[in-house]
């Protein structure tokens, strides 16, 4: 069994799991199968502390002598922890990060905790609220690697990746956008295949791909009940209701408090976003000058 080299991570949610999908259908590149909860084994320090030869037989098992060998984890990008973890373990590693317009991220980022029954403000105010709570989080074992309402701060992209190119050559980092990759997955695909050192001209099912978009949540209240109440049954209604399954009874009635019909963002809060974000992007831009910022508005 081979430990990887390379990874899979970036913000979230910005289209991973779609990436994963495209690149696990080439017959060169090894990725376990779909996981839930992933890996994360260089943020988490529970996991980390179980050694690499737990990960190694946890998650490359199944290898078969495929010559690229990876694994896909959302939280490595924002973790302050994972690089050095990472280095320490495969310092000749290669990483993909997928980043995605920070001001759609942090909005899908609320709507992702929402849905989970663990935000009870409305996006504007959680944003008030972010630095206060942000704090609190990172006191409680529980939150402090998730940070579940960081929605801001996980979009200062520059100030993650200057971690990865503290220890990592910037040639060994991929940088992709989520809005090019809907535009035009193929190109961002071979130069994927490219970095890996695979056969690049190798073509893969687009339809054969799962990315999940979150639901908006029509009663914040009423999600926070039932994640207090029945936390599991939530998380597999949830599941259920992305995935277009029926599920259980008790299920769909769940599935009432979810729909697909999502709110637009306000526009003021878009502009005050994009205004906050214009200097880290600024930052970022001449970190990675091969990124569109334009797709970003």
Known sequence: MPLPNFLIGGTEPAGLNFLFSCLRQHPAIYLPPFLQPEPNFFSKAAEHARGLEHYERRYFHAWAGQPAVGEKSGRYLFSPDAPARIRAALPEVRIIFILRDPVERAHSNWRFTSQAGFEWLCFEAALAREDERTAADLASP????????????????????????????????????????????????????????????????????????????????????????????LDQAIMTRREGRPGSLLERLMHLNLSTARAPLAPSTRDALRARYAEPNLRLAALAPELRLDLWG
Request: net charge positive; with cysteine.
């Open 142 to 233: 529980r939150w402090r690697e998730v940070l579940p309402r960081a929605y801001f701060r996980k979009g200062l992209y520059a100030e993650q990746l200057e971690r990865y190119l503290a220890l990592f050559p910037r040639e060994r980092l991929l940088l992709l956008q989520s809005e090019a990759l809907r535009q035009d997955a193929r190109p961002h695909l071979r130069r994927a295949f490219e970095l890996l050192g695979v056969d690049s001209t190798v073509e893969v099912d687009l339809a054969r791909t799962s990315d999940y978009p979150s639901c908006e949540v029509r009663s914040l209240t009423v999600q926070r009940l039932l994640r207090r109440l029945a936390p599991a049954r």
